[in-house]
């Protein structure tokens, strides 16, 4: 229920107000003055002020109203004030509007007048804030879980089971496998389905905009916060926030992280009122959470939050029944992309296919597929048209310690970042999703081993 706070010093004024506001189904606060006002702000989510002007008998400047405007501004407040006056004083209201004021009423009022005013403040605040939620997201395309092997069949299952309550779900996996997808799978099939799915890669948030991306900013609250901004929490209120890659996160993060998942409470960053969080959280990482628990990286009592259910996704090499529908899927989706809409696998083509390890998954599968689309001479893609010079999965569980060089882990990782590269012709994106990193993580990675991308694009 919107909240309205009438300021204004007269009792009889305030509940007449109270009075005609209440029979639009809305809830009254009263302050006999600014200084009382602000203070209700501190403790109250108001959706609407009604500010009288003047606050002394022998005063009809405007002055007390005009000062408390500015003080609105100052604290980044961006609640719709209606001014009101007695002395229908055009100059006063002017200068009102040049402060914020979205709209006036002349004392006394007619009710039919103020109620309307206040109805179209509320519905217009309203739109505002679904436009900005609108501009926010991504797409909300429905999730396509291709899933024939017996094992992906099970873990839908339990997914779908999960879903149906609101217990935080942690999904794991190796990069590529479709945890992300899996997510938006659950929350289609979750009671929240006609809300909001939001989706944020926790990695690739900088930390010193952690607190702005997920709880949001008043406008004035740092140096770049030029305007509000609504953050994820308040975005997917009454729906799903995922959290990918959470296993980044620093202790310094997950402790606030941690409150808001405890309290379902917290604060617009240079706000001091406090919001509660309605959503569901699901989030994914790639890493032994385990692990990095007991090396001191990871916050125990954060997981338990995290995990009440958790989710595995077995790598594409346990469920080889699913690589030729995936591939199939895949080859649809980028023939339609790059207008080659007839493109079939050959025999031979899902013989390789099947036979290959991906230590990428289905990421790797859909650059297979895709390049396949691009460099294929007919529609009709063969083995060598897929480039699959890796060794297959029983040649490198075989081969293991072979394949592997035994070097320092930042040469090694130097070298999967040139090889990546080189096998997507200095696409950085591309081999950035390739190694499970996000844009700004594979661009650090380059700039740490001093990589000439020239280099390798030629």
């Given at each position: 229920?919107d909240k309205i706070?009438?300021?204004?010093?007269?009792?009889?004024?305030?509940?007449?107000?109270?009075?005609?506001l209440?029979?639009?189904?809305?809830?009254?606060?009263?302050?006999?003055?600014?200084?009382?006002?602000?203070?209700?702000?501190?403790s109250?989510?108001?959706?609407l002020?009604?500010?009288d002007m003047?606050?002394?008998?022998?005063?009809?400047?405007?002055?007390?109203?005009?000062?408390?405007?500015k003080?609105?501004?100052?604290?980044?407040?961006t609640?719709?004030v209606?001014?009101?006056?007695?002395?229908?004083?055009?100059?006063?209201?002017?200068?009102?509007?040049?402060?914020?004021?979205?709209?006036?009423?002349?004392?006394?009022w007619?009710?039919?007048?103020?109620?309307?005013?206040?109805?179209?403040q509320?519905?217009?605040?309203?739109?505002?804030?679904?436009?900005?939620?609108?501009?926010?997201l991504?797409?909300?395309?429905q999730?396509?879980?291709i899933?024939?092997?017996e094992?992906?069949q099970?873990?839908?299952?339990?997914a779908e089971r999960a879903?149906k309550?609101?217990?935080s779900?942690?999904?794991?996996?190796?990069?590529?496998t479709?945890?992300?997808?899996?997510a938006?799978?659950?929350?289609?099939?979750?009671?929240?389905?006609?809300?909001?799915?939001v989706?944020?890669?926790?990695?690739?948030?900088?930390?010193t905009?952690?607190e702005?991306?997920?709880?949001?900013?008043k406008?004035?609250s740092?140096?770049?916060?030029?305007?509000?901004?609504?953050?994820?929490f308040?975005?997917a209120?009454?729906?799903?926030?995922?959290?990918?890659?959470?296993a980044t996160?620093?202790?310094?993060?997950?402790s606030?992280?941690?409150?808001?998942?405890?309290?379902?409470?917290?604060?617009?960053l240079?706000?001091?009122?406090?919001?509660?969080?309605?959503?569901?959280?699901?989030?994914?990482?790639?890493?032994?959470?385990?692990?990095?628990i007991?090396?001191?990286?990871?916050r125990?009592?954060?997981?338990?939050?995290?995990?009440?259910?958790e989710?595995?996704?077995p790598?594409?090499r346990?469920?080889?029944?699913?690589?030729?529908?995936?591939?199939?899927?895949?080859?649809?989706?980028?023939?339609?992309?790059?207008?080659?809409?007839?493109m079939?696998?050959?025999?031979?083509a899902l013989?390789?296919?099947?036979?290959?390890?991906?230590?990428?998954?289905?990421?790797e599968?859909?650059?297979?597929?895709?390049r396949?689309v691009?460099?294929?001479?007919?529609?009709?893609v063969?083995?060598?048209?897929?480039?699959?010079?890796?060794?297959?999965?029983?040649?490198?569980?075989?081969n293991?310690?072979?394949a592997?060089?035994?070097?320092?882990?930042?040469?090694?990782?130097?070298?999967?970042?040139?090889?990546?590269?080189?096998?997507?012709?200095?696409?950085?994106?591309?081999?950035g999703e390739?190694?499970?990193?996000?844009?700004?993580?594979?661009?650090?990675?380059?700039?740490?081993?001093?990589?000439d991308?020239?280099?390798?694009?030629r």
């Amino acid at each position: 229920m919107d909240k309205i706070l009438v300021i204004d010093d007269q009792a009889d004024v305030r509940l007449a107000a109270t009075v005609a506001l209440q029979q639009l189904g809305l809830h009254c606060l009263e302050a006999e003055g600014p200084e009382h006002a602000l203070e209700l702000l501190k403790s109250e989510h108001i959706s609407l002020i009604l500010l009288d002007m003047n606050y002394k008998l022998d005063t009809t400047s405007g002055e007390e109203g005009l000062r408390f405007l500015k003080q609105l501004n100052q604290l980044g407040s961006t609640i719709p004030v209606i001014v009101m006056t007695a002395w229908a004083s055009i100059d006063v209201a002017v200068k009102a509007m040049q402060l914020g004021a979205v709209d006036f009423v002349e004392k006394p009022w007619n009710n039919l007048r103020l109620t309307a005013v206040v109805q179209q403040q509320l519905k217009l605040k309203q739109s505002n804030h679904d436009n900005a939620c609108l501009k926010a997201l991504t797409s909300d395309t429905q999730a396509h879980y291709i899933a024939q092997s017996e094992i992906m069949q099970l873990l839908l299952a339990k997914a779908e089971r999960a879903a149906k309550t609101d217990a935080s779900i942690l999904i794991t996996g190796e990069n590529g496998t479709g945890k992300s997808l899996l997510a938006h799978y659950i929350h289609q099939h979750s009671l929240r389905a006609d809300k909001r799915y939001v989706s944020v890669n926790v990695g690739a948030i900088a930390p010193t905009l952690f607190e702005s991306e997920l709880f949001g900013h008043k406008k004035g609250s740092f140096t770049d916060a030029k305007e509000d901004r609504l953050g994820r929490f308040e975005i997917a209120e009454g729906g799903t926030l995922f959290l990918d890659e959470i296993a980044t996160l620093s202790l310094e993060l997950q402790s606030k992280m941690l409150r808001v998942l405890e309290s379902k409470e917290f604060e617009v960053l240079g706000s001091s009122q406090t919001k509660t969080a309605d959503v569901r959280i699901i989030s994914a990482t790639n890493s032994e959470l385990a692990t990095t628990i007991e090396q001191g990286e990871f916050r125990r009592d954060l997981l338990f939050r995290l995990n009440t259910i958790e989710l595995h996704i077995p790598p594409l090499r346990d469920r080889k029944d699913d690589i030729a529908p995936l591939a199939e899927h895949l080859l649809l989706v980028h023939g339609k992309k790059y207008q080659r809409a007839n493109m079939a696998l050959s025999n031979d083509a899902l013989k390789a296919l099947k036979n290959y390890s991906w230590p990428g998954n289905i990421r790797e599968l859909s650059h297979c597929i895709e390049r396949a689309v691009i460099m294929s001479d007919n529609n009709n893609v063969q083995a060598n048209d897929l480039i699959l010079d890796q060794p297959s999965c029983e040649q490198t569980n075989s081969n293991a310690e072979q394949a592997l060089p035994l070097l320092p882990l930042e040469e090694l990782e130097k070298q999967m970042i040139q090889k990546a590269l080189l096998q997507f012709n200095g696409n950085v994106i591309a081999a950035g999703e390739f190694l499970g990193l996000s844009k700004s993580a594979i661009y650090r990675r380059i700039d740490k081993h001093q990589l000439d991308l020239k280099e390798v694009e030629r």
